[in-house]
């Protein structure tokens, strides 16, 4: 049995934490150590692996449901101009706490939060990679 993260013990509320919004399938609740002034986490209620490689569609369907319902509504309340909705799987891609987890973090104009930087990739590079993804994805 792996050791339970923070954000399972979050749900059974052995750890405290700023709740915004609970429903059957899902739970948001205040960043700790926010991006931006309103910055909300979404996890799944039900059963789920480490991230979305391995949690299934029907455990990870309430979070975008509530992103969906509750992200304009955070964005009004805060006095927001956009917001992003980032979901970070594996260590290489920055998930630190690893249950499955949909960031939703407030934008203001001139924030100075940087979007990643582009990288350099041909038209034929692109070309091959997509040879490859759509070969994966009637695997
Ligand atoms: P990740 O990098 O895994 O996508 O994001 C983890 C997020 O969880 C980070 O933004 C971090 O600030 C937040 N976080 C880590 N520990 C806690 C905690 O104990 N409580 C809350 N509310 N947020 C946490």
New binding site residues.
């Given amino acids: 049995m792996p050791t339970e993260t923070?954000f399972q013990k979050?749900l059974k509320h052995e750890?405290p934490?700023e709740v915004v919004y609970e429903d059957d399938g899902a739970l948001a609740?205040?960043?700790?150590?926010p991006n931006a002034r309103g910055h909300v986490?979404v996890i799944p209620k039900g059963e789920t692996g480490e991230n979305l490689t391995d949690t299934d569609e029907t455990a990870m369907a309430p979070v975008w449901r509530a992103v969906h319902h509750i992200a304009p509504r955070i964005i009004e309340a805060v006095e927001a101009a956009g917001f992003n909705v980032i979901m970070?799987n594996g260590h290489a891609a920055?998930?630190?706490?690893f249950s499955p987890?949909v960031?939703i973090v407030p934008r203001f104009d001139g924030d100075g939060l940087e979007p990643w930087p582009k990288i350099e990739r041909s038209v034929e590079e692109i070309a091959a990679d997509a040879v490859i993804i759509r070969a994966a994805l009637k695997e």
Avoid: A, K
């Fill in positions: 923070i979050i750890v934490s609740f205040m960043d700790i150590v986490l970070n920055g998930q630190r706490v987890h960031h």
